[in-house]
């Protein structure tokens, strides 16, 4: 009976309970986000039916950040079959998975399914992204090193920028005004392009910063939204309209 208190004693230690606004538990497992070493976790809301049971949408987020794709074919088709065989959902438009129930003896049992379903979803969004980005880095770089060998303008790859803080851009082209361009092949990766863009700002240096992600769908809606206002421009990578964005912006 001892080693029997003692184990639930050490199985209960490795989950946190903490109370939020308006009656939300946030409950972090000791469940984590395959290769990552973030922890998932899970929020119990209280609705007018019962409990709902949520990971945040934060599956979705980072995997989006690691390059994944939420949005491919696959993962429509497991979220299809985990309807069938979990409580938990996924809801692609708002990239949330959830369970909900009005028994609270169930709370604890979805807990571990809700987080199931999360590492799932990260796997299946991330399995491929390390071969599929390498593949549009060099999409993207077939297309600068062209235009710039076109232009007859110096280019260069891995570009250690002449700013505080190390940051590298993927190709730069010397014109009269810096063309740094970044391949954002993550929400990560776009970010610091948005950095590099604010740094150059803050040091008065001049740069022109355009980033360039393979889709919305690969980086996130909202980050490639937001990285419109953070950046020079950003765009989706288009074979046919790079090579003449790049010259309309070196010249």
Request: hydrophobic share 40%; net charge negative; proline share 4%.
């Amino acid at each position: 009976m001892e080693l029997i208190a003692d184990l639930k004693s050490m199985i209960c230690s490795l989950f946190e309970v903490h109370s939020e606004k308006s009656g939300v538990q946030r409950i972090v497992t000791p469940i984590e986000y395959p290769g990552s070493g973030d922890r998932i976790v899970i929020r119990i809301r209280p609705t007018q039916n019962g409990f709902q049971l949520d990971e945040n949408g934060e599956a979705a987020l980072y995997a989006s950040m690691a390059g994944g794709d939420c949005e491919s074919d696959v993962v429509d088709r497991w979220a299809t079959d985990l309807s069938l065989y979990s409580p938990a959902r996924y809801n692609s438009e708002d990239q949330l998975i959830s369970a909900n129930t009005v028994d609270q003896r169930l709370i604890a049992p979805y807990i571990f399914r809700v987080a199931e379903a999360a590492q799932q979803l990260f796997s299946i969004a991330t399995s491929r992204t390390e071969r599929h980005s390498n593949d549009f880095k060099e999409r993207v770089k077939n297309v600068v090193a062209q235009t710039a060998s076109k232009l007859q303008l110096p280019y260069e790859t891995d570009f250690t920028l002449p700013i505080a803080g190390g940051l590298v851009a993927d190709h730069y082209i010397s014109a009269k005004v810096p063309l740094i361009i970044v391949t954002a092949t993550s929400a990560t990766r776009l970010l610091e392009a948005e950095l590099i863009h604010m740094q150059y700002q803050m040091e008065h240096t001049g740069g022109f910063v355009l980033a360039v992600t393979e889709s919305q769908a690969s980086v996130g809606k909202k980050q490639f939204e937001r990285a419109n206002y953070y950046t020079g421009k950003t765009v989706s990578f288009s074979p046919n309209d790079l090579g003449p964005l790049i010259k309309s912006l070196v010249h």
